[in-house]
């Protein structure tokens, strides 16, 4: 079945400091993997999809087939990116597109 | 993008009644979700709405307790039915413009449903 993992329910970091939010899936096809985040008071919304390749607020994120990971990176932390993150898999299921999501993690930037 | 509005956004019910969220998109999309965020855990699909067609549900979840309406490309209704304590939830309509799993999903504000 398919299944997204992130493993860190909470991540607290100092401002600067480099973060890494971790995400690991499951699932036999070609995986199609995407980062929402949630800001306070505000609705989940897309940061950044596998198939762009894009740089989002300093964020990246590489797919990593051999290791199953699509893990959330950046160089350096600032408070405005204390917020949830989710890591999200779209795959197809009986004809029909769906996307299910990792448990979240809580990003903490320190000032 | 998508902006997307839902109704109510927070109610406070009884048990046994039932309640209907709104979801409304300022424009004709494709896929619409709903999804449910108990306290604490992540998003669960609850059922995929199509425009013209029955709606599909996800395992554990049936259409005798979330009736799902979808009358046109840009208004959807999901209903809460006989509800229990087990039901407080946030309730989340998403859409995506296009058929496709690489497609952005854009999520309405929530419905926070508390019920006693």
């Known amino acids: 079945a398919q299944r997204v993992t992130q493993p860190e329910k909470l991540l607290s970091v100092f401002k600067g400091a480099p973060v890494e939010l971790k995400c690991n899936y499951s699932?036999?096809?070609?995986?199609?993997l995407f980062w929402y985040v949630q800001y306070s008071r505000q609705r989940l919304q897309l940061l950044l999809r596998?198939?762009s390749r894009e740089s989002i607020k300093g964020f990246t994120a590489d797919l990593n087939k051999g290791e199953t990971s699509f893990h959330l990176k950046k160089p350096f932390a600032q408070e405005e990116d204390s917020a949830m993150y989710y890591c999200?898999?779209?795959?197809?299921?009986?004809?029909?597109?769906?996307?299910?999501f990792g448990t979240g993690t809580k990003l903490q930037v320190i000032p | 993008s998508a902006v997307i509005s839902q109704k109510p956004s927070r109610d406070i019910c009884q048990r046994g009644t039932s309640l209907t969220i709104q979801c409304q998109v300022d424009?004709?999309?494709?896929?619409m979700f709903w999804y449910r965020q108990q306290p604490g855990q992540s998003l669960t699909l609850i059922a995929t709405?199509?425009?013209?067609?029955?709606?599909?549900?996800e395992s554990g979840f049936v259409i005798d307790k979330f009736p799902i309406s979808r009358p046109n490309l840009t208004f959807s209704t999901l209903t809460v039915s006989n509800m229990s304590p087990e039901d407080s939830s946030i309730y989340l309509c998403?859409?995506?413009?296009?058929?496709?799993?690489?497609?952005?999903?854009?999520f309405g504000p929530g419905t926070r449903l508390t019920v006693l």
């Open positions: 596998h198939i």
């Open positions: 699932y036999s096809g070609s995986p199609e």
């Open positions: 998403s859409v995506g413009r296009l058929a496709g799993v690489q497609d952005t999903q854009y």
């Open positions: 999200a898999l779209g795959f197809y299921s009986g004809g029909y597109q769906k996307v299910t």
């Open positions: 424009s004709q999309v494709t896929m």
């Open positions: 709405a199509n425009q013209g067609s029955e709606a599909t549900y």
